[in-house]
């Protein structure tokens, strides 16, 4: 049997997360694949957290704690892995999002964030930076996947997205992914906990042709904020002309964009075709 990796639990959060599970699972003298099935996972989840290649959910970082009897030093452990892995520039957006009451957004070439699954988001990290090692990429999912926390709360922000045409079809991670994603982004609607609205290719030119933007509104008297971004760099907005300025080209994207009802139906189709594609690529012959 190989030697485990080793991790230098300085390096990251979640080194350290993985050095402790590992600690713990041996004191308890169970070996991985025991321990997942006492957690009802898969032994494999347990190393690849344990060695940090994979990310641990919040359930199972409470899960942990019930089956090894930590006093909660793994849930404890879990929200700083998906704080502090923010890039510099984004920072000041991360803290003021979940204070925001109402966002509207649009995510240009992207679902937002908020909305994307963990398959989705880690095509798009591993696109986006193909030379950080697995454990970089591991962590900046799991700082995005604590993002969506927010929307657990009993004080989630109204949500509305316009989604360029293309942020549907573009298959994302493959076509199997973006049938989840997609298939994910209904579920939000149905819930209630989002409405969408998708830009058609076909109408042309619109106003946020040029790029991404979030506008966050705040029930505690901070002024509304915008926030622009692009590939490794983002600004905050906060001058009242300019943000006024955004909004003015939000809602002129908005106009031209399909009606909520007609842009779930388009998703729900777009899933479909994707899901039929992924079926085709899993019959074909090896």
Not at 3 to 24: I, K, Q, T, Y
Not at 65 to 72: F, H, K, M, S, V
Not at 82 to 105: H, I, N, V, W
Not at 268 to 276: I, L, R
């Amino acid at each position: 049997m190989p030697n485990p990796r080793e991790l230098d639990p300085s390096e990251s959060m979640l080194a350290l997360f993985g050095s402790e599970l590992r600690e713990h699972r041996s004191r308890a003298r169970l070996s991985q694949e025991n321990l997942g099935e006492v957690l009802g996972y898969t032994g494999s989840l347990v190393g690849q957290i344990e060695t940090g290649r994979r990310t641990p959910t919040r359930e199972f970082a409470e899960r942990l704690d019930g089956a090894l009897e930590t006093g909660g030093i793994f849930s404890k452990l879990w929200p700083h892995i998906t704080r502090g892995q923010f890039p510099g520039f984004f920072k000041s957006y991360a803290e003021l999002e979940p204070r925001a009451c109402q966002m509207l957004e649009y995510g240009g070439e992207l679902i937002p964030g908020l909305g994307q699954t963990e398959g989705y988001m880690r095509a798009v990290f591993e696109a986006g930076l193909p030379l950080a090692p697995p454990e970089t990429i591991e962590e900046k999912v799991a700082a995005r996947l604590g993002r969506q926390e927010l929307l657990r709360g009993p004080t989630r922000p109204l949500l509305w997205w316009l989604l360029a045409e293309n942020a549907i079809r573009r298959p994302v991670g493959g076509f199997g992914t973006m049938a989840d994603q997609l298939g994910h982004l209904v579920d939000l609607v149905r819930s209630r906990m989002v409405v969408i609205q998708v830009l058609e290719t076909s109408r042309g030119a619109h106003a946020l042709l040029e790029g991404s933007m979030t506008l966050m509104s705040f029930a505690d008297g901070i002024p509304d904020t915008g926030y622009v971004e692009a590939p490794h760099a983002g600004v905050l907005i906060e001058h009242p002309d300019t943000v006024r300025e955004l909004r003015l080209s939000y809602d002129l994207a908005r106009a031209d964009a399909l009606s909520p009802e007609a842009s779930l139906n388009l998703v729900e189709k777009v899933a479909k075709e994707h899901q039929h594609h992924a079926d085709e690529h899993r019959a074909e012959p090896g």
